[in-house]
């Protein structure tokens, strides 16, 4: 805003968060690249007042995000409805493994959902420690901005600004066809193209 002559609030910018943010997650996705074969599935902690509730992610082998979903709770239900979420991304394959932590949520969420055909049948259910490193590496960009934010005040408020960040975090990663993750320049013109306005 400075660099433009501008002087703005931040409150403005708060705002603006709240309503661009899940815009732009949902734009961006038919841009995004094919995911792999392979997921890995995790969640992290975000507070939300004085609350703490939990951030289910999933990427692929590569480190490239898939879907995330933020819950209120942390059981069957919850694992259930993030499958659900997870197989209908845009830019997903079908997964042919699901690398997860020993949660006891996790079999009976697993089991129902291929019973119900959310998974395909051939899916292969791992729970393996060290196969979630690469997705606790990318919990380090959520925790980082809350930190920063210091906490959430609201559940909405936290599940639009963490989509903005999500956004954001899969810009930098590279997952945009033909976009470079380092190119800012790149990646301020194309969130511009999205609404189809100049950056």
């Known amino acids: 805003m400075r660099e433009r002559g501008l002087t703005v609030d ?33 969640k992290t902690y975000v507070k939300v007042g004085t609350q703490w509730k939990y951030l289910y992610h ?4 590569m480190g490239c995000t898939i879907e995330f979903m933020l819950s209120a709770k942390r059981d069957v239900s919850a694992a259930k409805r993030f499958f659900k979420k997870l197989m209908r991304a845009d830019h997903r394959r079908l997964p042919f493994t699901i690398g997860m932590d020993k949660h006891a949520s996790y079999p009976e969420a697993f089991a129902t ?25 990318d919990h380090r960009a959520i925790r980082r901005r809350w930190r920063a934010i210091q906490c959430f005040r609201s559940f909405h408020t936290a599940e639009w600004t963490i989509e903005g960040i999500e956004a954001a975090h899969m810009m930098r990663k590279g997952q945009v066809k033909r976009l470079h993750g380092r190119d800012s ?13 100049a950056a």
């Open 185 to 197: 320049a790149g990646q301020a013109k194309f969130v511009g193209s999205l609404f189809g306005v």
């Open 58 to 61: 999933a990427v692929d082998s």
């Open 113 to 137: 959902s291929v019973k119900e055909k959310v998974l395909p049948f051939d899916c292969k259910l791992r729970r393996v420690k060290y196969l979630n490193n690469i997705i606790e590496q």
């Open 10 to 42: 931040h409150v403005t910018i708060f705002r603006w968060v709240q309503r661009y943010a899940p815009e732009i997650n949902r734009r961006m996705r038919p841009h995004l690249k094919m995911s792999g074969t392979s997921y890995r599935i995790d």
